[in-house]
């Protein structure tokens, strides 16, 4: 038996949560999500918790009932309070500006980055060099923040580029002298 799938995810009060067939939606005081679970995996509402159960011992379904139980709770857990990551840009005229529902960036390259912000993502930039992402569900705000990362991420040597707050970024020495 997974250790993850099988705790009982709680479901604090104000949170509503339905179940059809494999169709998972949850309500909550922050807004509502909607996701599909596969379909090795059940899930029950009994009370205040939700079980995720497997359907057989197979490998795949033992793979899918801890996930399940986690993206069952992460849904849980957003509808109450949002899930927020943050960017840092550091570097010499690099800088972030907020443009309707569009992020544009100034990171070193030959043209403006203009990253569309999805709905579902509340976006704000603070100083020109932090962005703050905010959203109920948790895949959404990492995916964002990830590609947002990706248009320069953070080098080594300098220490410009786009970074996560407190990410650590290992700095190398550079070239010396002979």
Known sequence: ???IGKKPVEVPSGVK???????????????NLQRQLPQLVNAKVEGNQVLVERENDERRARAMHGLSRTLVANMVIGVV???KKSLEISG????????????NLQVGLSHDVNHPIPDG????????????????????VGRVAAEIRAYRPCEPYKGKGIKYVGERVRRKEGKTGT
């Open 17 to 31: 949560v339905e179940i059809n067939g494999n169709v998972v939606k949850v309500q909550g005081p922050k807004g």
């Open 121 to 140: 993502v509340d976006c704000k930039v603070d100083k020109q060099t932090l962005v703050h992402l905010e959203s109920i569900d948790k895949e959404l």
């Open 1 to 3: 038996m997974s250790r």
């Open 81 to 83: 309070t949002p899930y």
């Open 92 to 103: 010499v005229g690099y800088r972030a500006e907020l443009k309707g529902k569009s992020l």
